[in-house]
């Protein structure tokens, strides 16, 4: 994931010399990667065939972004609220599993990390929000351009309006004169539940495959 590690290690370094608006959107493109890239792999492991057993180690590097994150949070806002450092304590600890007693000095560092997280999110302000300049800078950054949060907010109530009115419209039209709340309640009932979900998944990724088989599709691996 170097766009993730770069986006979010990047976001830590520009904090440090006081480039606070590269910090930012370094910061917005690395927790965007990991939320994209995350997700491919998730859907690698829940989807599709086991790993093999020497991959599995690789598997750590899945909390590390979580870590770096909190880093370069705390370096971009100069400490850490504490529902955000009680959020991150969990992954946080988790960094040490599989490191042998032999390595001493990572395990201080690693506790040192903890006990700084532990204390933020002990001592930290409970209020997570980043402020409306802060928040207005950070979404600007990206695009090179000054953000209104007062049209973004109108803009948000128009786009909700309109969903909700649609909403109420194929409400209507699949069962005339009931309430939206009740046959959405209705429509849940008849859902199939996780493993449903999961099953239904593998049984169309079984028949695409079988499909792409038959028909030859897959051009030649090279014994890949």
């Not at 859907?43 to 899945?62: D, H, K, Q, S, V």
């Not at 009932?189 to 897959?218: C, K, M, N, Q, V």
Request: proline share 6%; aromatic share 4%; hydrophobic share 45%.
């Amino acid at each position: 994931m170097p766009t993730v590690a770069g986006g979010l290690v990047g976001a830590f370094a520009a904090a440090q010399v006081h480039f606070h608006s590269v910090a930012e959107a370094s910061f917005g493109i690395g927790v965007l990667c990991w939320a994209l890239l995350g997700s491919l792999v998730l859907n690698r492991l829940f989807f599709r065939p086991r790993l093999a057993g020497a991959l599995f180690p690789t598997m750590a590097i899945e909390v590390a972004p979580p870590a770096v994150a909190g880093i370069a949070y705390f370096a971009i806002t100069g400490g850490a609220t504490g529902p955000v450092a009680e959020a991150l304590a969990g992954p946080v600890v988790g960094l040490a599993d599989g490191i042998g007693d032999e390595e001493a000095a990572a395990l201080q560092a690693h506790a040192r990390l903890v006990e700084r997280v532990q204390h933020a999110a002990d001592n930290g302000s409970p209020n997570a929000s980043l402020g409306a300049s802060t928040l207005a800078r950070l979404l600007g950054d990206g695009e090179g351009m000054p953000v209104d949060l007062g049209r973004l907010e109108i803009r948000a109530d128009a786009e909700r309006d309109r969903l909700r009115a649609r909403l109420a419209e194929e409400c209507e039209r699949l069962s005339p004169g009931a309430k939206p709340a009740d046959l959405i309640r209705q429509l849940v009932r008849d859902h199939p539940d996780d493993e449903g979900i999961y099953a239904e998944a593998r049984s169309l990724i079984d028949e695409a495959t079988a499909f792409t088989l038959e028909h030859d599709l897959l051009p030649e691996l090279g014994g890949e």
